[in-house]
């Protein structure tokens, strides 16, 4: 039987991925719940599978009214190719509930900006 799967022009997708390590919502990063004196970290890693177009980081930003209380560390593992980015979370926020956004500014001709969106819970 024929595979059908590589019939899928791969020009049409970006060669980029973003895994927040959620198998559902990959492209979102869950804080879930945690105390209002803890701090918690997520990691999104970036992935590029086309060297050849390379994917260069160049900035993030938190988009949140309580953009204080988020502290964004960026690590370069392959120029180009991989990226880590931690984003930390301060309980101290104040909120029962909390969203915002990452926003990834690169160099790529197809993902020149990318929205990651976050959420969590701080018991009160």
Known sequence: SRDWSS???????PNV???????NF????????????????RTLRILNSAPDEPYLLEG???QSKQSEFFTVETTEVTPGVEYQVKLTAD???GLPFFR????????????????IPFHGWVRQ
């Open 7 to 13: 019939d899928v022009c791969s020009s049409d997708l």
């Open 60 to 62: 993030v930003e938190v």
């Open 17 to 23: 991925t973003f895994d927040s390590g959620q198998a």
């Open 91 to 93: 309980g101290a926020i």
């Open 100 to 115: 915002g956004n990452l926003m990834l500014k690169a160099k790529h001709p197809d993902l020149p900006g990318k929205l």
């Open 26 to 41: 990959q492209e979102n990063l869950n804080f879930e719940q945690f105390g209002p004196d803890e701090q918690v970290t």
